[in-house]
């Protein structure tokens, strides 16, 4: 009897021992995976970088750019702040989340996937969020972000500036009081230099929230971090000092097409037409010089806070073992293609984005330094932080990992701005194709049929996208071509919300 105790408490020590040494390599291993630090900003250009367009200044993102790589073919799933971010976050099409506007979103109990945030969280990170990402409609928890700060949406969990700061909060409303809803309508564009300090500025505040939770913090996970900026969106109110890098006159801005009309089939009648053409078909080119410079004023003003922030992590030796991501939910059209502005459609200014993956921990096979001509989207960026630091996706995602090579040759937006439409683009570096379709309610088995109107662009002789090529015979063939793949991959995005 003695000898079967010893042997029970043996095997149980035994047990005991083992369990303790698979967690701690459990530990081991958690603590080794690398930092994650996503940045991201607002409707910004996809050449709106100094190492693609000199005029614009961006010293941090042409470091990590020049340290990474650079996705040229970069694009968001859909041309709008909270459809976009959705896609983001949940590695979903806009088909298969149901968020297809801004006026649209999912209730927390109605999320048909882990968030971002929450894949990290689970795998044993700390995670941390500050500024926008604009889940919709509905008031949400922090969907996965232990520590959160938003600079004005309330409804998306945590601290706010309004709640915080709100005297700071009542001199930027103030200020841009006259810019009109989403600060967009013309003076909105036109802009002036801000009489506040930066702290004032909602994206001022984010980055003092964040700087100060990096001096602090003594967490010793590996870090998941979401840094989010509400501009270069306008309004066009940058804080003294931006505007003096550039030189307006010099400023390159959108040229006309020789139309008397709008020609865009699938966005026509969208966008608050009217009041831009009617405006800016007129403006001086001092103003047209004016209001494109201070966007990229904006730009560069974020750039430098972003690099504000890396330097803090450096500083805190949060940089050793890092990937860092890039991106923005949108373009910006900058008064091209007769007078348009903001976004709303599905042409190259709104629907590509930059994208960059930098940093010590990027993998040794990816070459520094370099541009990857292939596609990518937003869709691809959960799948690729999954797939790099090792977390398994518990749900299948359409989207594919931006570290490999083989990846599908055409790249997927979605407008449905018009009641009753869909509007689609299938799109390579060489030649985009946009159909309108009768709008289907469970967003799947699209055809031929289907379809109302379409446009195709030569993107290499036309990168403007002046010249509708739809239906010309000498194209036919490829048309019918991407016809095909665009349907073939619209019909799998099976509806994961109902």
């Known amino acids: 009897m003695k000898t079967a105790k010893l042997a029970i408490i043996l095997l149980v020590s035994i047990c005991i021992f083992s369990c303790k040494k698979e967690v701690a390599k459990v530990e081991k291993e958690t603590l080794k995976r690398p930092n994650i630090i996503f940045l991201m900003d607002d409707q910004h250009r996809f050449d709106a970088l100094g190492i693609l367009n000199k005029q614009v200044i961006t010293p941090t993102l042409d470091n990590l750019a020049k340290n990474g790589v650079l996705y040229s073919q970069a694009v968001c799933q859909a041309p709008m702040c909270v459809p976009s971010r959705n896609s983001m976050m949940l590695g979903l099409y806009p088909n298969q989340t149901g968020v297809y506007r801004n006026s649209d979103g999912l209730k927390d109990e109605e999320l048909p996937v882990k968030t971002m945030a929450e894949y990290f969280k689970e795998a044993g990170y700390e995670t941390a969020g500050f500024g926008k990402t604009h889940w919709g409609k509905h008031k949400t928890n922090t969907r996965g972000f232990e520590t959160r700060y938003t600079s004005e949406i309330k409804e998306e969990g945590g601290f706010t500036m309004l709640e915080m700061n709100p005297e700071a909060k009542k001199k930027y409303d103030d200020e841009i009081a006259d810019m009109g809803p989403g600060e967009e309508n013309n003076l909105g564009y036109l802009g002036f230099t801000s009489k506040l300090e930066e702290e004032q500025h909602r994206d001022g505040w984010i980055t003092k929230q964040v700087l100060n939770y990096i001096n602090k913090r003594e967490d010793e996970r590996p870090l998941f971090l979401y840094l989010s900026y509400m501009k270069p969106h306008a309004g066009h109110n940058v804080p003294k000092g931006y505007e003096d890098l550039y030189d307006a006159d010099i400023i390159k801005y959108a040229e006309q097409p020789n139309w008397t009309a709008d020609n865009s089939p699938h966005s026509e009648g969208v966008n608050r037409r009217d009041m831009y053409r009617e405006y800016w078909s007129k403006a001086s080119k001092e103003d047209w010089q004016l209001m494109t410079m201070r966007y990229y004023a904006n730009v560069t003003w974020i750039d430098d806070m972003m690099g504000r922030t890396l330097a803090a992590l450096k500083e805190k030796g949060l940089l050793e073992n890092t990937l860092i991501v890039y991106t923005s939910d949108h373009g910006e059209m900058l008064g091209e293609r007769y007078y348009k502005f903001n976004k709303y459609n599905l042409y190259d200014a709104s629907v590509r984005i930059p994208m960059i993956l930098s940093g010590t921990a990027l993998p040794k096979k990816i070459q520094r330094n370099s541009v990857d001509n292939l596609s990518a989207e937003n869709t691809d ?77 030569n993107l290499e002789e036309d990168p403007k996208e002046w010249t509708n090529l739809y239906n010309s015979k000498n194209i036919l063939s490829l048309q019918k071509t991407y016809q095909k793949e665009l349907i073939n991959f619209l019909n799998q995005q099976e509806m994961l919300v109902e």
Do not use: C
């Open 381 to 457: 960026l959960l799948p690729t932080l999954l797939d790099f630091a090792d977390i398994k996706q518990d749900n299948r995602l359409l989207g594919e990992s931006l570290l490999s090579t083989n990846r599908n040759k055409a790249t997927f937006a979605a407008l449905h701005e018009r009641k009753g439409e869909a509007a689609f683009m299938w799109r390579t570096a060489n030649y985009k194709l946009i159909l309108v379709f009768n709008k289907k309610e469970n967003a799947i088995n699209y055809t031929e049929k289907d379809i109302i109107t379409g446009e195709f662009y």
